[in-house]
Nanobody, 122 residues
Framework: QVQLVESGGGLVQAGGSLRLSCAAS????????MGWFRQAPGKEREFVAA????????FYADSVKGRFTMSRDNAKNTVYLQMNSLKPEDTAVYYC???????????????WGQGTQVTVSS
């Protein structure tokens, strides 16, 4: 069982930066790949980024590639999403999730956090 709690969301102007954190409980955190997803009002949940259990590999949605960086610290049971050059279209609730194998589909993930709101003003 893994419990996930996101933090770090907020209101930022376009072009600004935020760093999201996702703290996990459970001794098996380092066994899980992790992902970030987001959901804007009226839209489906979409993939943002994912990272392997070791942190050795990460991949990103085309819409955030070059602007967002995902990382993890297994000693702290935490994953991060550094978001730079934010755009109004990045506005959404951001969720972290855990899976045995990282992928771009929500159904591949077993555990989810409650989400944190990111709002980017123009």
């Amino acid at each position: 069982q893994v419990q996930l709690v996101e933090s770090g969301g907020g209101l930022v102007q376009a072009g600004g930066s935020l760093r999201l954190s996702c703290a996990a409980s459970g001794r098996t955190f380092s066994s899980y790949a992790m992902g970030w997803f987001r959901q804007a009002p009226g839209k489906e949940r979409e993939f943002v980024a994912a990272i392997s259990w070791s942190g050795g590999s990460a991949f990103y949605a085309d819409s955030v590639k070059g602007r967002f960086t995902m990382s993890r610290d297994n000693a702290k049971n935490t994953v991060y999403l550094q978001m730079n050059s934010l755009k109004p279209e990045d506005t959404a609730v951001y969720y972290c999730a855990a899976a045995l194998v990282a992928g771009p589909l929500p159904r591949e993930y077993d555990y989810w956090g409650q989400g944190t709101q990111v709002t980017v003003s123009s």
